[in-house]
């Protein structure tokens, strides 16, 4: 579904899409007054002064000002995850978790305050036409996002297939903005890829396929999310892996924007002891702890992780498990850093509010959302070096040694 609440944002344009947080509807509750002391003389002041001194009374709509005031409120507690959906943006939303809809196939979240490319995903729109990961998203159809929330970025990208949407983008390292344009289509997610046959891999992720050869002991796995399909794909590759006698693997997670919880804990299970503590839930008051079911065939495989900024979420919680439990090297650059969870409450029969009620934490008390995770082995991309993957390159010299 489009709202990654479990990834690092939200995805534009896909077919299904399950969420890593829980995404709860509950029925409405009544709710009385607050028990702090507050005052909201200031409140139906300004209220009132609207209503006598607004110059277009009549195209003034008060229930409009009630779920702009309760936007404000939302908005107060300074968390981007965390929003208030009024019924046009409850709609949208709604329909896009049970819904089937057409898009440009790229994640999108909130860094620092501006729309950001989290991912796109592997032969979309937005991957063909060359859109990535850390792309800040400055207008869309000529109008600017610097005011624009997460939901409504995603509504104004998503559309019918076949259409065109105008994306404006600015690129770190890059003096001129960019914009593309993008026809929307049907997304169809990819799972997993694995070395081929002939010994070569895909080898960056930079809109364009290039090869790489592998040395024969060494296998790779590229994960593109974690999708229901995604623990039953890895166990195809894992066997794979074991019947080719290989004994090294690189596990690349880069631009893998996230899915669900389930499938982040299995996958780490592959690696882990049962019982091994996989990620932690902060809910503030309390802690849930999510641990290993125990598979543990790779519990002695020397494994290195690929990782960037598109990696988020269930990514994040991966990689940082394993990191922590010494089970993996991490190389790359650091991740996205979202880890926080969000549960959908029915406000009223048509709005709703999404809020922040609990964060990951990685084994070791790793706060996802605020630092993301940080490689053990810091290699930056570089574009002039077309066809060279400098982080894959690193991965098959730290297992080779």
Request: aromatic share 6%; net charge negative; no cysteine.
């Amino acid at each position: 579904m489009i709202l990654a609440v479990f990834g690092a944002g939200i995805f534009v344009g896909i077919s299904h899409r399950p969420a890593i947080e829980r995404i709860l509807e509950i029925k409405n509750k009544e709710v009385g007054q607050p028990q702090e002391q507050v005052d909201f003389t200031p409140f139906w002041q300004t209220w009132n002064l609207l209503k006598d001194k607004y110059v277009a009374q009549d195209e003034v709509d008060p229930q409009k000002l009630v779920w702009g005031a309760i936007q404000g409120m939302v908005s107060a507690v300074g968390d981007p995850y965390t929003v208030f959906l009024p019924p046009k943006e409850d709609e949208i939303f709604k329909s896009e978790v049970s819904g089937t809809f057409s898009g440009v196939g790229m994640e999108i979240g909130l860094r620092n305050g501006l729309i950001t490319v989290i991912a796109p995903l592997k032969g979309t729109p937005a991957y063909t036409a060359g859109i990535k990961a850390g792309d800040f998203i400055t207008a869309i159809d000529g109008e600017p996002t610097d005011r624009t929330t997460l939901e409504d970025a995603v509504s104004r990208i998503r559309g019918e297939k076949g259409t065109e949407v105008k994306i404006n983008i600015r690129r770190k390292g890059s003096a001129d903005p960019l914009e593309f344009k993008i026809i929307r289509d049907t997304i169809q997610i990819p799972v997993i890829e694995v070395e081929t046959k002939e010994g070569f891999i895909t080898a960056r992720d930079d809109g364009q396929d290039h090869k790489q050869s592998i040395p024969g002991d060494i296998y790779l796995i590229r994960l593109f999310n974690f999708s229901e399909k995604s623990p039953f794909a890895f166990q195809a590759a894992s066997r794979d892996m074991l019947l080719s006698g290989k004994k090294k693997l690189i596990l690349d997670l880069r631009n893998n924007p996230g899915g669900f919880l389930e499938a982040s804990i299995d996958i780490a299970s592959w690696f882990l002891p049962a019982g091994e503590v996989v990620v932690k839930e902060d809910l503030g008051t309390d802690e849930r702890i999510h641990r290993s079911v125990g598979y543990n065939v790779f519990n002695s495989t020397p494994t290195v992780i690929l990782i960037n900024e598109g990696s988020a979420s269930a990514s994040e919680i991966v990689a940082g498990a394993l990191h922590d439990h010494g089970r993996a090297i991490l190389v790359g650059t650091k991740t996205f850093g979202k880890g926080s969870v969000q549960e959908l409450i029915s406000v009223t029969d048509h709005t709703s509010l999404k809020v922040t009620i609990a964060r990951w934490l990685t084994p070791n008390g790793v706060n996802i959302s605020k630092e993301g995770i940080a490689p053990d082995h810091v290699v930056e991309l570089v574009d002039d070096k077309a066809g060279i993957d400098e982080q894959l390159e690193k991965a098959i010299e730290i297992l080779s040694k």
